[in-house]
C-alpha cells in the first residue's frame, strides 16, 4: 500500500471537514429564504386609509360641506352649510375641491345627511352623490360583495354634524358617506 504524503493527507482532512459545513450553511440559507418569502405579501390595501382620508377632507375642506365664514377664514368643522349643499352645483365644486379629472376618477361617493331618528333630511337633490358614473357602476358590484379584480368595496363613513340653513336654523343629525372603488 502507497501511502500519501503529509500534504495530501493534509489536503484530504480538510475537505471532509468543510464539505459538511458548506452543506449545513447551503440548507442555512435555502431554509431563511423559503421562511421569509413564504411569509412575507407585498400587497398593500390601503383602502381605508383612502376613504377615511376622502371622508374627512369632505367634512373638514374649505370648500367642502362645513360652513366656512369668509369674513374671518374659518372652517367651522362639523357644521354642515345647507345654503352651499342645497345647491345644484355642488357636485361639480366637489370635482374642482378633489382635483378630479377623467383620467384619476379612482373613487365614487354618496353623501346623505339624516336627523337623530334616520329620517333623510330634504336636500336637493336628495342623495349627493361625488362622481357619479363612476358610483352608479361600482356600487353595484361592491354591495354584492364582490372580491378579487372587477370587483369593488365600499366603506361607509358616518360623522355626527350640525345642519347650517340660510334663516339660521341649526339642527343636529348624521352625515352618512359611503365611499366606492374598484379593486382593480
Given at each position: 500500500m502507497k501511502r500519501m504524503n503529509k500534504k495530501g493527507q493534509h489536503w484530504v482532512l480538510n475537505l471532509t471537514e468543510i464539505l459538511p459545513l458548506v452543506i449545513i450553511i447551503t440548507l442555512s440559507i435555502v431554509t431563511i429564504v423559503t421562511l421569509t418569502g413564504s411569509s412575507l405579501h407585498f400587497a398593500v390595501d390601503s383602502f381605508d386609509a383612502e376613504a377615511t382620508a376622502f371622508?374627512?377632507?369632505?367634512?373638514?375642506?374649505?370648500?367642502?360641506?362645513?360652513?366656512?365664514?369668509?369674513?374671518?377664514?374659518?372652517?367651522?368643522?362639523?357644521?354642515?352649510d345647507m345654503e352651499r349643499v342645497q345647491d345644484k352645483e355642488f357636485p361639480k365644486k366637489l370635482a374642482e375641491l378633489f382635483n378630479t379629472?377623467?383620467?384619476?376618477?379612482?373613487?365614487?361617493?354618496?353623501?346623505?345627511?339624516?336627523?337623530?331618528?334616520?329620517?333623510?333630511?330634504?336636500?336637493?337633490?336628495?342623495?349627493?352623490?361625488?362622481?357619479?358614473?363612476?358610483?352608479?357602476?361600482?356600487?353595484?358590484?361592491?354591495?354584492?360583495?364582490?372580491?378579487?379584480?372587477?370587483?369593488?368595496?365600499?366603506?361607509?363613513?358616518?360623522?355626527?354634524?350640525?345642519t347650517l340653513y340660510p334663516d339660521g336654523r341649526i339642527y343636529d343629525g348624521t352625515l352618512s358617506i359611503e365611499v366606492v372603488k374598484s379593486n382593480s
Amino acid at each position: 500500500m502507497k501511502r500519501m504524503n503529509k500534504k495530501g493527507q493534509h489536503w484530504v482532512l480538510n475537505l471532509t471537514e468543510i464539505l459538511p459545513l458548506v452543506i449545513i450553511i447551503t440548507l442555512s440559507i435555502v431554509t431563511i429564504v423559503t421562511l421569509t418569502g413564504s411569509s412575507l405579501h407585498f400587497a398593500v390595501d390601503s383602502f381605508d386609509a383612502e376613504a377615511t382620508a376622502f371622508a374627512t377632507e369632505l367634512l373638514y375642506a374649505k370648500g367642502g360641506l362645513s360652513y366656512y365664514d369668509e369674513d374671518i377664514g374659518r372652517v367651522y368643522p362639523g357644521l354642515i352649510d345647507m345654503e352651499r349643499v342645497q345647491d345644484k352645483e355642488f357636485p361639480k365644486k366637489l370635482a374642482e375641491l378633489f382635483n378630479t379629472t377623467d383620467s384619476n376618477r379612482v373613487l365614487g361617493a354618496k353623501i346623505q345627511l339624516s336627523d337623530y331618528s334616520g329620517n333623510i333630511i330634504s336636500i336637493t337633490p336628495l342623495e349627493i352623490i361625488y362622481n357619479k358614473n363612476y358610483y352608479q357602476k361600482w356600487s353595484v358590484l361592491a354591495n354584492r360583495g364582490y372580491k378579487g379584480p372587477g370587483g369593488a368595496r365600499k366603506k361607509e363613513i358616518s360623522f355626527l354634524v350640525s345642519t347650517l340653513y340660510p334663516d339660521g336654523r341649526i339642527y343636529d343629525g348624521t352625515l352618512s358617506i359611503e365611499v366606492v372603488k374598484s379593486n382593480s
